[in-house]
């Protein structure tokens, strides 16, 4: 199978500002099959976020790669990296401070298209259009701002700009973490709806045990900046094998405070 | 058993601009000595509103409570005068907030945070009082750490700092707003165990807000489930849990991820939540109720049941 993103050896150390290390991300393997979702499960701490913007680029690792389709993103020319930020875009757990509060919402989700110099406003506003409607927003919500929208509603805007360029991954990271129980569940129905009819694969950080399980073909889990565990999500999350997966899963399913045994 | 905290049609508006917004409406709930109440709710639901209003924290001219009763052990708190209500405040009422890693003074030891808490107590004694205080919140070598500055200590730890300083005045009554929802998930669970042992020692009337109903489940013997300012469905937890008749409730818990079959559709429910500024007539719940009948939208429904629990539905769910 084909890898459309990997990560091999990926290292990530931070320096103090009183000389100490601090190993954020250890020797990490990786890799995201077209269409597929990855759960990347893990505490503070774990290097989730680390991964996330390693991957995103935000960052540069210390040691170990990142591929994009089988190249190492190190040896990417100008055009790669152009292709490169198109095809992995994001979303961030808090729709509150991830959106330009200054911004109309066509002009947010097609802001990518003007980067890439299709700056025409009938041609973006068309876009918007259509990017809002896949994500389930009426048409109507193109001229508002962000303020004017529902924690879950900017969340759709989020999603609907990570979708602007047909990207080939979405890293997601804590997307439903800032959202009412009940507006969640529409969100996850929305990224399983959406990889469904788009083919992209899905990056998702989190620490609800019961969305990665639900969500996830695959899983990763994170322990201090180390994978303790990765498998098929089913298999690991029903047979897990690393005490700190068991640990997890046990506090996610526990049914009482008494101890017991 | 009596009730140590009596909430009877308690009405909380908060002022924006000209305009008032119904931020509570009618809430009734009571919470025993010894017993814990989870207060469960989505953002705009009223939970914290309701909280605040308990410890006197919504004023003009941000809001104000407009009617109804609160009483803390007799005590009637809604028109007490400010100098008794801090009394009441310092020995009655603990709370225990959300992020303890903000709540906690970063300039002051954890020492001194606590001891605040505890006026009266003579000097000689006080670091002994902390440091079995501490120690029986599972802080081990008290007396040294109680030192720290909050930095110091992980989240769970400033956790169990911040409930130290809760039951430092020997509270009654222990109002705690989503304490383990900053926390990892692993350390989420010693933070619940240590709330359900304290309630039980110190037979603490524990009120518990939250958004979680597996939390509420873990901690609490009842719940009240609000939604737009209105309790929904109130009443023992396997009740309202197990055999919920307001369909809002069926539907929060419904709308979990756990148990659900992977990668399929999950039952969520449409539309947004309830905002303030848009408060149908009726149910607050009707917008997005798929058991919605006409008169949903025109009439409050009478809360009514009894037996199990109370709700507040033309159209319950099937028992």
Same mark, same amino acid.
């Given at each position: 199978m084909t890898s459309v993103l990997e990560a091999?050896?990926?290292?990530?150390?931070?320096?103090?500002?009183?000389?100490?290390?601090?190993?954020?991300?250890?020797?990490?393997?990786?890799?995201?099959?077209?269409?597929?979702?990855?759960?990347?499960?893990?505490?503070?701490?774990?290097?989730?976020?680390?991964?996330?913007?390693?991957?995103?680029?935000?960052?540069?690792?210390t040691s170990g790669e990142v591929l994009f389709r089988g190249k190492d993103r190190q040896q990417f020319g100008h055009a790669d990296r152009r292709e490169y930020v198109n095809a992995v875009s994001a979303v961030f757990q808090n729709p509150y401070s991830s959106l330009n509060p200054r911004r109309r919402l066509w002009d947010i989700v097609?802001?990518?298209?003007?980067?890439?110099?299709?700056?025409?406003?009938?041609?973006?506003?068309?876009?918007?259009?259509?990017?809002?409607?896949?994500?389930?927003?009426?048409?109507?919500?193109?001229?508002?701002?962000?303020?004017?929208? *529902?924690?879950?509603?900017?969340?759709?805007?989020?999603?609907?700009?990570?979708?602007?360029? @047909?990207?080939?991954?979405?890293?997601?990271?804590?997307?439903?973490?800032?959202?009412?129980? *009940?507006? *969640?569940?529409?969100? *996850?129905?929305?990224?399983?709806?959406?990889?469904?009819?788009?083919?992209?694969?899905?990056?998702?950080?989190?620490?609800?045990?019961?969305?990665?399980r639900h969500l996830s073909h695959r899983v990763v889990v994170l322990l201090k900046g180390e994978c303790v565990e990765q498998g098929d999500a089913q298999t690991v999350m029903a047979h897990p094998q690393h005490p700190y997966t068991r640990g997890l899963i046990a506090a996610s399913e526990l049914e009482t405070l008494e101890v017991s045994g | 058993m009596t009730a140590l905290l009596e909430i009877k049609n308690l009405e909380v508006d908060y002022f924006a601009g000209a305009d008032t917004l119904p931020a509570a409406r009618g809430v009734t709930f009571e919470v025993r000595a010894g017993t814990a109440t989870a207060l469960v709710g989505e953002s705009g639901s009223g939970k914290s509103t309701v909280a605040m209003a308990i410890m006197r924290m919504i004023r003009p001219p941000v809001g104000d409570i407009v009617g109804g009763s609160i009483e803390v052990d007799g005590l009637e708190l809604v028109d007490l005068p400010d100098r008794r209500m801090r009394e009441v405040l310092q020995r009655h009422i603990g709370f225990v907030p959300q992020d303890p890693t903000t709540a906690l003074d970063p300039l002051y030891r954890v020492r001194t945070q606590i001891a605040e808490s505890m006026p009266g107590v003579a000097r000689g004694e006080l670091n002994e009082?902390?440091?079995?205080?501490?120690?029986?919140?599972?802080?081990?070598?008290?007396?040294?750490?109680?030192?720290?500055?909050?930095?110091?200590?992980?989240?769970?730890?400033?956790?169990?700092?911040?409930?130290?300083?809760?039951?430092?005045?020997?509270?009654?009554?222990?109002?705690?707003?989503?304490?383990?929802?900053?926390?990892?998930?692993?350390?989420?669970?010693?933070?619940?165990?240590?709330?359900?042992?304290?309630?039980?020692?110190?037979?603490?009337?524990?009120?518990?807000?939250?958004?979680?109903?597996?939390?509420?489940?873990?901690?609490?013997?009842?719940?009240?489930?609000?939604?737009?300012?209105?309790?929904?469905?109130?009443?023992?937890?396997? @009740?309202?849990?197990?055999?919920?008749?307001?369909?809002?409730?069926?539907?929060?818990?419904?709308?979990?991820?756990?148990?659900?079959?992977?990668?399929?559709?999950?039952?969520?429910?449409p539309g947004q939540p309830a905002t303030l500024r848009e408060m149908p007539a009726g149910c607050p719940f009707a917008p997005r109720c798929e058991r919605a009948l006409d008169i949903c939208a025109t009439a409050m429904p009478p809360p009514t049941g009894a037996e199990h629990s109370v709700f507040a539905c033309w159209n319950p769910e099937d028992r």
């Open positions: 091999r050896d990926l290292t990530k150390v931070y320096q103090t500002t009183h000389g100490h290390e601090v190993r954020a991300l250890s020797g990490l393997n990786l890799t995201l099959a077209p269409g597929e979702t990855l759960g990347v499960v893990g505490e503070s701490g774990s290097g989730k976020t680390t991964l996330s913007r390693l991957l995103l680029g935000i960052e540069k690792p097609t802001e990518r298209q003007a980067i890439e110099g299709h700056t025409g406003k009938r041609d973006r506003r068309a876009r918007a259009a259509a990017l809002l409607d896949l994500v389930g927003l009426r048409a109507e919500f193109a001229e508002s701002f962000p303020h004017q929208l *529902s924690g879950g509603q900017r969340q759709r805007v989020a999603i609907a700009r990570a979708l602007a360029q @047909d990207p080939a991954v979405i890293i997601l990271d804590e997307p439903m973490s800032a959202l009412d129980v *009940s507006v *969640s569940g529409q969100i *996850s129905n929305l990224l399983l709806d959406l990889q469904q009819q788009l083919g992209v694969s899905y990056l998702f950080i989190g620490h609800d045990m019961h969305q990665i | 009082r902390i440091a079995d205080l501490l120690a029986s919140l599972g802080i081990g070598d008290a007396m040294s750490r109680m030192r720290s500055y909050p930095h110091q200590f992980s989240g769970g730890m400033c956790q169990r700092v911040a409930i130290a300083i809760a039951l430092a005045g020997d509270p009654k009554v222990l109002i705690a707003d989503e304490p383990t929802t900053a926390l990892d998930v692993t350390t989420q669970v010693g933070i619940l165990r240590l709330v359900d042992r304290m309630r039980r020692e110190r037979q603490l009337a524990t009120l518990l807000i939250t958004h979680d109903v597996r939390v509420a489940r873990l901690l609490c013997q009842n719940v009240v489930v609000m939604y737009g300012g209105v309790v929904v469905e109130r009443g023992p937890v396997r @009740d309202v849990l197990e055999a919920p008749r307001h369909p809002y409730t069926r539907a929060l818990m419904e709308s979990s991820a756990q148990g659900r079959a992977p990668r399929r559709p999950l039952r969520a429910i």
